[in-house]
């Protein structure tokens, strides 16, 4: 009886740490292909950068005119706001890459 125990707890253990690898390997290449489609995107945004370097701009323009006028101003803000933010960090990051 305890043999039998035995056996079917290391069952059991095989197929536990089988299910975890399977997971491990599924999550690994869901990583993969999520850095993958981040690089094409990446690579697709330089290309139309380059192509059309005010084409962000003039998307955020159309898209500003869709929205209601209370909105606009706040839009306005949070564009402004991140703009600021970007550039403090850029500070930072120069001053740390300094030290």
Same mark, same amino acid.
């Given at each position: $009886? @305890? $043999?039998?125990?035995?056996?079917?707890?290391? %069952? %059991?253990?095989?197929? @536990?740490? !089988?299910? =975890? #690898?399977?997971?491990?390997?599924?999550? =690994?290449? #869901?990583?993969? $292909?999520?850095?993958?489609? +981040? *690089?094409? +995107?990446?690579?697709?945004?330089? %290309?139309?950068?380059?192509?059309?370097? !005010? /084409?962000? @701009? *003039?998307?955020? =323009?159309?898209?500003?005119? +869709? /929205?209601?006028?209370?909105?606009?101003?706040?839009?306005? $803000? *949070?564009?402004?706001?991140?703009?600021?933010?970007?550039?403090? /960090?850029? %500070?930072? /990051? *120069?001053?740390?890459?300094?030290?």
């Amino acid at each position: $009886k @305890e $043999k039998q125990e035995k056996i079917s707890l290391q %069952k %059991k253990f095989e197929k @536990e740490s !089988n299910q =975890k #690898m399977d997971r491990d390997i599924h999550y =690994k290449s #869901m990583v993969r $292909k999520v850095d993958e489609i +981040t *690089e094409y +995107t990446n690579i697709i945004e330089k %290309k139309l950068l380059e192509k059309a370097p !005010n /084409l962000l @701009e *003039e998307s955020q =323009k159309e898209y500003l005119k +869709t /929205l209601p006028r209370a909105l606009q101003g706040t839009f306005v $803000k *949070e564009k402004q706001k991140s703009k600021t933010l970007s550039k403090g /960090l850029q %500070k930072s /990051l *120069e001053k740390g890459i300094e030290r």
